[in-house]
């Protein structure tokens, strides 16, 4: 009775784990736009705004707590509607307590009434307008406005329309990593942080962005840019000094390829995090290891006679970006000790073999991994997908115990086998075992069956 005891233990604690691992996630800001419509307006549009026309709000927390005060927000015509920039916000419980839209001059076009004015009436949400973010979820509120025209502030509920205006500050920025003609504008995300605190988190577009700047403009905070594959960019800045700095002209980043994973510290873990690495003797690889306070990069040289393995105690849990960078056409082997969310090896092209023993990680994709011979990632409870090349060396595939769709795992099922007749290759294994999995069709059954009989491999269940 003791091993089932301590494998209920085992589960439990991991899902402890995770269930830490997603409350550190959540508290990631989100993004929050308004979608603006007029009150009795045809189709409830609001007609074309002068040049220059923004929004104005104000928003304050369920506790009361102020969080933007009469802040400019830009407006962007997209179809026949406005929508504006998002506003980055935490999980919560706000209220939106002012909202118009002003020309360049700042004068109130549309004003959504507060409760209790005469033009309360007239919308669905006069304000205050209480609305939630929700962790994970970027929001998109729709917003009822009225006109202005000739109508007096106190029909919208205010003694004047006289307001003291916040310009958002805000910077540009556009990243870059290499194509095939140089260089190619990308899609990424950015981070503003103050320690381990994600103040801001942007969607960057493969343009120049305009990324709007929500803190103190004279304290020290540190921009991160992170897209998979990719290195990560990281400096230490102050607003007012950067903006000096770039003249008006955008912050241009280059990321150059890498092995790059997503894995989470946690107390269940020890906050510890080991990976071990193989390649070509001689070869180098340098790792940064997602700490948003620190920068730089440890090295390791394949050599027979030492562990090639990079360690860390973490200080704080939490997910943390880990970055390979050097030699990675060289990197033959990856076997994880740590909890992995998410792994991109797209430029290791050179991979024979990967092992990610725990984690939420949910899919995988071998896809630019044309010498994967080994790949291990059973007992993966939320692991719905592998997609490896029909060129492939495939010989050992352990994917038990994970929850594999049926599709994910005939299709796996499908290259592995195309590859074993491909290259006569006899003696493999494949293990698929546990409740959790898909099906796999009835003629991806059959060529296991095939791999059985005819080329030796071990299946698992027994067909």
Same mark, same amino acid.
């Given at each position: 009775m003791? @091993?089932p005891?301590?494998l209920?233990?085992?589960?439990l #604690?991991?899902?402890l784990a995770? &269930?830490?691992a997603?409350?550190?996630?959540s508290s990631? =800001? ?26 104005l709000v ?6 009361g707590?102020?969080? !933007? ?6 407006? !962007? ?11 980055? #916000?935490?999980?919560?419980e ?5 909202? %118009? *839209? ?14 209790? &004015?005469?033009l309360a009436? +007239? ?6 307008? +209480?609305?939630?973010? +929700?962790?994970?979820v ?34 540009k920025l ?10 190619d ?7 503003? %942080?103050?320690?381990?605190? /994600?103040?801001q988190?942007?969607? *960057?577009d ?19 840019v992170?897209?998979?594959?990719y290195?990560?960019?990281w ?11 770039l ?11 890498a092995? /790059? ?11 510890? %995090? ?5 390649g070509?003797? $001689? ?7 997602g700490?948003?306070?620190i ?5 390791i ?9 990079i ?11 880990? /970055?390979?960078k050097g ?5 033959t082997?990856?076997?994880? &000790?740590t909890a ?14 990967? $092992? ?7 899919t *995988? ?9 080994f790949i ?14 029909p060129?492939?060396l495939?010989?050992?595939v352990r994917?038990g115990d994970?929850? !594999?769709?049926?599709? &994910?795992?005939?299709?796996l099922?499908n ?24 099906t796999p069709?009835?003629?991806?059954? $059959? @060529?296991?069956?095939? *791999?059985?009989?005819?080329?030796g491999?071990t299946?698992? =269940?027994?067909?």
């Amino acid at each position: 009775m003791k @091993k089932p005891l301590k494998l209920i233990l085992m589960v439990l #604690l991991a899902a402890l784990a995770w &269930s830490c691992a997603d409350q550190q996630e959540s508290s990631l =800001p989100q993004e929050v736009r308004f979608s603006v419509n007029v009150s009795g307006a045809a189709n409830g549009r609001v007609s074309d705004l002068p040049a220059g026309t923004a929004l104005l709000v104000s928003i304050k927390k369920s506790s009361g707590e102020v969080v !933007l005060s009469n802040q400019r927000v830009t407006l !962007l015509k997209v179809g026949s509607k406005y929508i504006t920039d998002p506003l980055p #916000l935490h999980a919560g419980e706000y209220a939106i307590t002012d909202f %118009m *839209l002003v020309n360049a001059g700042n004068e109130v076009l549309y004003a959504i009434p507060q409760a209790g &004015s005469p033009l309360a009436g +007239s919308v669905s949400h006069p304000l205050p307008y +209480s609305f939630t973010v +929700s962790a994970d979820v970027a929001s998109t509120l729709d917003v009822e406005v009225i006109a202005v025209g000739e109508l007096e502030p106190e029909d919208f509920g205010y003694a004047s329309f006289g307001i003291q205006v916040n310009d958002v500050q805000s910077f540009k920025l556009s990243v870059f990593i290499p194509g095939n003609n140089g260089l190619d504008l990308t899609d990424a995300q950015a981070f503003i %942080m103050s320690g381990y605190d /994600t103040l801001q988190l942007i969607d *960057l577009d493969a343009k120049v962005n305009t990324i709007p700047f929500l803190q103190d403009t004279a304290q020290t905070y540190y921009l991160i840019v992170l897209k998979p594959g990719y290195t990560r960019y990281w400096r230490k800045f102050k607003f007012n000094q950067l903006k000096n700095e770039l003249a008006g002209q955008p912050l241009e980043v280059t990321l150059e390829p890498a092995i /790059t994973l997503w894995i989470w510290s946690t107390q269940f873990m020890g906050y510890y %995090m080991r990976i071990n690495y193989w390649g070509t003797l $001689g070869k180098s690889i340098y790792y940064n290891l997602g700490e948003p306070t620190i920068n730089g990069y440890g090295r390791i040289t394949f050599d027979l006679f030492q562990d090639n393995t990079i360690e860390q105690w973490y200080d704080v849990p939490g997910h943390y970006f880990v /970055t390979v960078k050097g030699d990675i056409d060289q990197v033959t082997t990856l076997n994880h &000790s740590t909890a992995v969310s998410a792994i991109d090896v797209r430029h290791a092209v050179n991979l024979e073999g990967i $092992g990610i023993p725990y984690g939420d990680i949910k899919t *995988l994709d071998l896809t630019q991994n044309h010498k994967i011979k080994f790949i291990a990632v059973n007992g993966l409870p939320l692991f719905t997908d592998v997609k490896i090349s029909p060129d492939n060396l495939a010989i050992d595939v352990r994917v038990g115990d994970t929850a !594999l769709t049926s599709e &994910s795992l005939t299709q796996l099922i499908n290259n592995v086998y195309a590859s074993a007749v491909a290259h006569n290759t006899h003696g493999g294994n494949f293990n698929f075992e546990g409740s959790t999995l898909g099906t796999p069709s009835t003629e991806a059954i $059959g @060529k296991l069956q095939t *791999l059985r009989d005819t080329y030796g491999w071990t299946i698992a =269940p027994s067909l």
